[in-house]
Every structure is written in C-alpha cells, then in structure tokens.
C-alpha cells in the first residue's frame, strides 16, 4: 500500500501546524477563531459565488432537493458559521487540565495532562458549514485539521478554507491548521484514511457507504459517527399522558436527524388502552407505523414491519412498533436492533428504570425525556464535531473533551528501576 | 468481506458472556478470578503435559532459544500466573465509577458512567501466560476476552484456557468470558480483526508483522501496542554523575523490552566531558554504539548510524547516540524518530525540562529518571494489558481503566425538546 505522494504532503503540512498548535496559548488560539469568523463573513461574496458554482454543477447533475439544500450557502448560513467560530472561542480551553496525578512509593511524580490529539482527520459530505465547524473546533483543542469534503462542494469548500487559512496566518498561528483535500478522487480519500504516522484520528461524518468504506480502507485511528436506531419504550408504569408528548418529539420534531426516534416499544400492559393513541397521533403527524403483531392486532393502520425496518434508521416520518411482553423483552429487543446511539425509557418504577439504564447498551441512555437531547449543544459542550457509536475513545456527543488526548508527565530525581 | 461463520459464532459467545459480565457484582467477578487461580494450579500437571507437547513441536521447527523460552511454562510461572489472578481480584472494580454529572437548564440530570467496552479480542504472540493474564484482567473490567494466541502454543493455551473456564463457571459466571480461538489459520485471525458488531477492542500484543497485519486487515476499533523506539536526552545542565546510572539502567537492566532506551541524544556542551564516559560504561555492559558525526569523532568506538539505526527498537544491547547543538535539536531528533513511546530528559534547567515535557510528543515524558518506568505495575495500575503508542483512547500504559468506556444516563422529568 503506497500512498499518493500527495496526500503524505498533506499529511506533513497538518503535521507541522500541529506541532505549533500543541504549543499555542488559547489566547493565540481565541484570536485565529475570532480572525477567521471575521474572514468568513466579509469574503461572503466570493463564498457565495463559489458556492452558486457547486450549486449550478449539482443541479445540471440532478442532485435531489435535500442534498441540494444541505450543499447551499446563504449570507444567514455564512454569518451562523462565523457565530459558530466564535461560540468555540469562547469556550474554555482542554488542554493542559491535569486529569489525576500521584506519586509513586520511589518518589517519582507523575501526572496525567490533557494534550491535543495532533492531526485529525475528517471525511464529510456536501455540507460546507462543517469545513469552517470542524476546522474551528480541531484547533480550538490544538489539532491540525485535515479536511476532506465532497467534490460536490468543492469550491465552496475551497473559498470557506481561504478565508479561514488566511485568518488564522493573521493571528499567528500557521495555515495549515486547516488543509483541505482538494483531490476528489476516491484514491486520495484512501490515501488520508491510511496516513499512518500523520493523522492520529479521523472522524468520518456521513452516511452508510461512507462508513463502510472507511470500515474497509481505513488504516488509522477512527472514531464511528454512526447510525442512530434509536428506541423509545413506553413500560407498563409510564405516565402515558406525558408518553404521548415525549414520543411525538423524538419521532416528529426533527425525524431527519440521527438521535430521531426511530422504534416505538411498548409493553402489552399499556398496550390496548395507550397504541391507539399514540398511533392516531403520529398517524396525524404524517407518520407511516410499521409494526409486530402485537402492534398490527391492536392498530390496523400499522403496516407489517419486517427484521430489516426494525433494524434501519428511516430519517424520515416513518417509524417501527413492537408491542413486548415484559421489561426483559423491552431490553432484548433494544440491545438487539439498536446502534448504540440514544434509547429511552418512560416509566415511573424505578426499578425498570435502573434495570433500562444498566442493561441497555448504549451511549446514551435516557429516563423520562426525549431522544432527540443526545446532541453536544443540548449536553452543554456548546459544540460537537459529531456523535460517536463506538465504544473506543469518545461515546456520544463528541466535543473539544473528545478531540484530545493525554500524555503522561512523570518527574523524578534519579530514580532507576530495579 | 464475509466472515468465517465459525469466528462470526465465537464472536456471538464473547457477546452473550459480556452481557452477562456487564451487570455481574464485583464480588463474582472477584470469586471468578480466585476460582480460576486455583485451577490454575490444581490442573498444573495437565498445563504442562500440554505445554509439553507445544515445546517439543516448536523444537522440531528449531524456534530460537528466545521464543522458546517465553513459550515455556514451569510450576513456578503457572503459580506467577495463578498469583496474577488474585492480585487482580485484589484491585478496585472501575465499573461503575460516575466520571462527571451535571443539571441542564431544563432540569436533565446528565452522569457519564463508566461501563465495561463489552467484547476485548487480543491477538498475541507465543506467551501462554498472556492468555491467563488478559482474561483475568478483562473479567474484571466486565469485558468477555477472545482471545487468539499463536500456532505454536495452542495447546498451552488450550490447557490454560480450560482450568480458567472451569474457575469462572464454578462462581457462577459464564464460561465464555473467555473464549479461545483454536484455528490457528490467517484467515480466522483476520476475521477476529474483522469482526464488527461483536468486538468492541482489539488489542495486537505482537512484533511489526503482527501489528502490520493488523493494521491493514482490521475494521473493528484497535489499540496499537507498537514500538518504544526510547530516548535518553543528556541536557547541557544534567547532573553528570546521575547521567550516567540512569542511562546504564535505561539501557541495560533488560534490554528487550519496549521501555528500554534505544537511543542516547547528548548536548554537545557535555559530550566532550562526558561521552567517553558513558560510552565506556556501556560498552563494558556489552553495548555496541552507533551514532551520528558528532558522537563518533568524541568515541572512536562508535560506528556509524544511518537513519534507520535512529529509527530502530534494538531490544538488543544495541544503542544509537547523537550529539545535538541544542535543546531544540535534541526535541526534533525525538519527536522524528521515537515511537511515541517513552522519552527522558536529564536536566536541572528547569526551563528545559518544561520545553521538553510539552513539546515532546510521546506517551510518557520522563524528567530525571529512567526510561524504564513506563509500566502498569510501576505507575501503580496492579497489572497491565499493554502499552499503547497510539493517542486514540488509551496512551500508555493500560490497566483495568482503559478497558473500560463510559455511557451516559439521563434522567428526565418528561423534557421534549424546542
């Protein structure tokens, strides 16, 4: 597997920046965001020429209206990105915070100090306010970023990271603290996904195809930004008035997004009297029900639900229903067709609850609230760089916290092993 | 990519004992650990009938006396095993711990708790005794071990495998918590790297080919235990004296090991006085030196080190040196040739000190003192799993709190979201 010499020189380039980023002071840092938000909004007009380039291009391919939508850059869209740039400036800085630290019975000191990662890496598609999100946060927590966005949004890309490169440079700090893939090839995106020695995480941030390829191809550290399959169990204890709302938020608020509910549990106790409710609810909301034959026998507009929609993330009004026997069964099935994402539970026994929360594997695991809160902003993180469904590293909503890492410092005073 | 159905059913039995694990009592855990200790020990002639045969085959196949000997087991490393068991039993359960927790303005009361990752894999090379060790460790984190050894100690590993088992099943905790994989083929290990939905962690234990396999093969999270390509850097301010022992201890108490030193960069303000000096003491204890122009024209016995030399993990009574103008110097000759490793400064400049701690990009930094303490035992972890070079997860050394992750629970009042 040799690398495209290109993309080592890219890797390099991040390097570099990271090196000098590990050693920024926030203030320096503060001031490159503050630099680049100010950029980004008065090199607007030539970001939104670029960008009614990518548009027109999209259009004569026939892209659909929601990528369409998520591809196109307004003066509003522009402003909120440099607000963005400047919420992170604000934020209090990682690095440096001492996690724990003891000392050794041979009088060695040593302490465990947050550090920054070095290069991050990440892969997107079509949206070109995560050049500007992503490349804010990474360096805010004193990484390189190294961004790899989709040919579609190339030029808009292209005219989001000039304007970002060149605040960045005015405050000090190096260019290359954002360094944009500009190949669209399929081969340099395998290229960044195997830089081995240069890039200490990648993030991919896209849909399934993306994540298998990165599955496939990747070569350096990944943190999974994956789908979200998320449960709602209504128990047989729930206070069924207050069920009605929470299920209606987390499926119908904002159905296209990834902490959306996507499979309503509801055990047979509450079943008779509380489907037919809920059902006429989301039914009246647009949702199309999908659903088990205990759902099907008590709604008769619930469709036949097959392995494979309780198992898929719609993003769309459509959600499964599976009406279960007992608490047990509740957790099987969540822990059977869930991705780790966000599963809730509404109850008002407390043991069902704990036993949910123990039980459930999950990053997220929520008692009496809407599934749509997994998210860093609704956690308080005042940012995220996105969701992790994997165990390793970060769970859940990732903010600058997940886009460091530690090193051990250890003083001693001669001492030598025995 | 299809997986070999038998690895895919090994990976379902690690994933239905880590379900139980997760929720098992720290005192099962800790009577499983015991329990397993004594078999161990009661069924030691049967481990070593078995490693027996292991060692007469890996004869034939004329293994090196160095494998060899680490493929070997006695009454005495089966005790060792057998004793590690209990200290671990003996260590605080992490599971559980609440890392933070905090209210949100709309009243959610967020806590992040630390859970086990689930399914630990560990491919790893010729040590029986790992599989005693890595089981015993991942137990008690709650995690279920699948863990694949190597041909040439199957039936070491077999015998092991079983008494441990047996111990677990007889405090009431399932059997798979330790599952073996017994096809020593490529292609079952490369479906053990490949197995997503059921490992959460895999962990290489192994030289470069193992960790270059893994690398290019795995789709599930990894966490690399590479190279300690180790610096000693012998600042213009070092106190001489000290120098000289903790370079001697650094390179030769046991060479072979990731922490050893590999590489002595020197200032040249001390190299005149104080190069001939440790190049004399090393080279009594049997070290050959390689080192660059400036070593070699103050020690004639110091032959010529290439890059590679610079880059190399010795484990070997072998050490390459460098004279550096600079402290500057001295930080870019680590950063570009360690391994992320272990990296000491010897120094009374406080301000060295400082810089190198900061802008050396290593797992452990070490001021005045050895190389050598970088160690689960000797940081005070009890035992360890390894030793990660990467920055993602786990850096480091790596006891019970780096097998485990976190989740978050939620506790809500009925909140939905805006």
Same sequence: chains 1, 2.
């Avoid at 490159?32 to 938000?37: K, M, P, T």
Wanted: charged share 25%; proline share 4%.
């Amino acid at each position: 597997m040799s690398l495209p010499a290109e993309v080592v020189e890219l890797g390099r380039r991040a390097q570099a920046a990271a090196a000098v980023l590990a050693g920024a002071s926030s203030a320096a840092k503060d001031a490159a965001l503050l630099a680049g938000a100010d950029l980004l909004e008065q090199q607007a007009p030539d970001i939104l020429a670029a960008n009614e380039a990518d548009l027109e291009e999209a259009k004569k391919a026939r892209m659909d209206a929601g990528p369409l939508d998520r591809l196109k850059l307004t003066p509003a869209r522009i402003s909120s990105m440099a607000e963005g740039l400047r919420t992170v400036a604000d934020l209090a800085d990682p690095i440096g915070e001492v996690l724990d630290g003891w000392v050794r019975p041979n009088g060695l000191e040593i302490s465990r100090v947050r550090v920054p990662l070095g290069v991050v890496a990440i892969i997107y598609e079509n949206r070109p306010n995560v050049t500007s999100d992503a490349a804010g946060l990474c360096l805010k927590a004193g990484n390189a970023a190294l961004l790899r966005g989709s040919g579609s949004a190339l030029r808009s890309n292209q005219a989001v990271a000039a304007a970002l490169r060149e605040g960045f440079a005015k405050a000090g700090l190096p260019q290359d603290s954002l360094v944009l893939v500009e190949d669209p090839s399929h081969e340099v995106a395998v290229g960044v996904m195997q830089l081995n020695g240069f890039v200490d995480c990648l993030i991919p941030r896209g849909g399934p195809a993306l994540i298998a390829s990165v599955r496939e191809h990747a070569t350096v550290p990944v943190v999974i930004d994956g789908d979200g399959n998320c449960h709602v169990y209504v128990d047989a204890d729930a206070d069924l008035d207050q069920a009605i709302e929470i299920v209606l938020n987390a499926k119908t608020q904002r159905p296209g997004v990834c902490n959306a509910a996507e499979s309503l549990v509801v055990h047979e106790a509450v079943a008779d009297e509380w489907l037919p409710r809920i059902a006429s609810a989301l039914i009246a909301e647009g949702v199309e029900l999908v659903g088990n034959d205990g759902a099907r026998s008590r709604v008769s507009e619930i469709g036949v639900a097959t392995d494979d929609d309780f198992g898929r993330e719609f993003l769309a009004l459509k959600m499964s229903v599976a009406v279960v026997p007992s608490l047990d069964a509740a957790i099987a099935h969540v822990n059977r067709f869930g991705t780790g994402h966000t599963e809730a539970i509404l109850t008002r026994d407390l043991a069902a609850a704990h036993r949910f929360t123990k039980e459930v594997d999950a990053a997220a695991v929520v008692v009496n609230a809407s599934t749509r809160f997994t998210d860093g902003e609704e956690f308080g993180f005042g940012a995220e760089i996105g969701i992790s469904t994997q165990k390793l590293h970060a769970r859940g909503p990732m903010g600058l916290r997940e886009l460091t890492t530690y090193k051990y410092v250890i003083w001693g005073t001669g001492q030598t092993r025995e």
